[in-house]
């Protein structure tokens, strides 16, 4: 099985595939060594060398020097060793090259399987590797076939897949679009690697300000986080160490080019661009905006905050569905509860009066709680013993008798609900 040009054809291959040379040469090994052991059977002892000067595949077998051949497949004769190798002695074993063209038929088909199966699994390998590092990344790529629920997009080497949950609401493709995608996963299946592209996911927003703001791919200005409602509204955190830089004008750009080129590639989704704060108190104020807010009380514990705002601003804070609050709670990390300065009040009412209502609650008692930041039966439930009894002053032991009670009205069948303006991710 001479080839002519070897080395010319798998250089070609590895181009085209994107499969190293080496694992190209091996593949040819394993064919010839295939077809050697369906010619001879399983006994043969071969060894197979690529010449790199004449580009061709050596194939040497190894037989017993010995004094009568018995088996000429397996043994040679001293005298025609001695030709090839004047020092060789019997029993020893002599490599002999092989005429690959003496194979036969069956056996070169066998080496053709064994060349397209091993090509396939080399080239997937190529694929599976020149592409899981990638994950993260943005990539552009053209559509090929569309169906129900997934679009599939050629990347050039590969074939990736963007599943309909991954897809903004409202966009349409036609076959030979070209498409910018996150890829969001790869992994290997039984019919190979399976690479899985995003259109909706925040790192897909961050990746295309990354592009857009030198300022960011130069580490000068940091995105921290980024909430999307793809296709419809979407919101990111940024911040700088420099002061002479304004991070939210530099992702906004001169006259907004450069947040509209990031609009335009996600249809038109509005972007907020808000400003990190290290104090979260700050921070949730500005994913917040436009919103006013009144006061913020924040619950470590819980990693929660309730937001207070004015009346008439409730409806921009929460936003539409519960979007603005929604994308801000994901954008900050914490859980937000956002009320109206009237239910706050009413609110802040209503627990004074179920503090009051435990039986050896007083009016100095109960403002001396309210001060230290537990506002209703209800928190006085959650709290230690140790807390209470230094909040009001008292010892652990009526402060254990007031938790008690509160306890007990808390779980009373007729203890009211709390309404709430609440709006949590």
């Not at 590895?14 to 295939?34: C, M, P, Q, W």
């Not at 088996?71 to 001695?82: C, G, T, V």
Request: charged content about 30%; some cysteine.
């Amino acid at each position: 099985m001479l080839i002519t040009d070897m080395k010319r054809v798998i250089e070609q291959v590895s181009r085209d595939k994107g499969i190293e040379f080496n694992v190209l040469v091996k593949t040819l090994e394993e064919a010839l060594r295939s077809a050697a052991k369906k010619k001879f059977g399983n006994k043969i002892d071969i060894e197979i060398q690529y010449n790199e000067e004449t580009g061709e595949l050596e194939v040497f077998q190894f037989k017993e020097v010995a004094n009568e051949v018995t088996d000429p497949d397996f043994q040679i004769e001293l005298e025609e060793a001695r030709k090839l190798d004047p020092e060789c002695e019997i029993g020893d074993d002599l490599g002999t090259k092989m005429d690959t063209t003496t194979f036969g038929r069956i056996a070169a088909q066998s080496a053709k399987q064994v060349i397209i199966q091993k090509l396939k699994m080399a080239e997937r390998n190529a694929v599976f590797n020149n592409f899981i590092d990638r994950e993260g990344e943005n990539i552009n790529g053209i559509v090929q076939r569309i169906s129900r629920n997934e679009i599939i997009v050629n990347l050039g080497q590969a074939e990736a897949v963007l599943p309909k949950r991954e897809q903004i609401p409202g966009e349409a493709y036609r076959r030979g679009d070209r498409i910018r995608a996150y890829i969001l996963k790869v992994h290997e299946e039984n019919r190979g690697p399976q690479i899985v592209l995003s259109r909706t996911h925040p790192n897909f927003l961050i990746n295309l300000f990354k592009t857009e703001v030198p300022e960011i791919s130069e580490g000068i200005v940091n995105i921290i986080s980024a909430a999307r409602d793809a296709g419809s509204r979407g919101k990111i955190a940024v911040s700088t160490n420099d002061p002479d830089i304004d991070p939210v004008g530099a992702c906004v750009g001169i006259k907004g080019n450069r947040v509209q080129s990031v609009v335009q590639e996600l249809k038109g989704e509005k972007i907020d661009i808000i400003p990190w704060h290290v104090d979260p108190a700050k921070f949730v104020c500005n994913a917040l905006a436009p919103a006013d807010i009144s006061r913020v009380i924040i619950d470590e514990t819980n990693h929660a905050m309730e937001v207070v705002v004015p009346d008439d601003a409730l409806s921009i804070a929460i936003g539409r569905q519960g979007q603005n609050v929604r994308l801000a709670s994901k954008l900050t990390g914490w859980q937000l509860d956002v009320k109206s300065e009237t239910r706050y009040d009413e609110s802040l009412q209503e627990g004074y009066a179920s503090l009051l209502s435990l039986p050896d609650m007083t009016e100095a008692l109960a403002d001396l709680i309210v001060e230290n930041g537990f506002f209703s039966a209800e928190d006085l439930a959650k709290a230690t013993v140790e807390e209470i009894a230094a909040a009001g002053q008292i010892s652990e032991e009526a402060a254990q008798s007031l938790i008690n009670d509160a306890e007990r009205i808390i779980a009373a069948p007729h203890a009211p609900e709390k309404p709430s303006d609440t709006a949590e991710e």
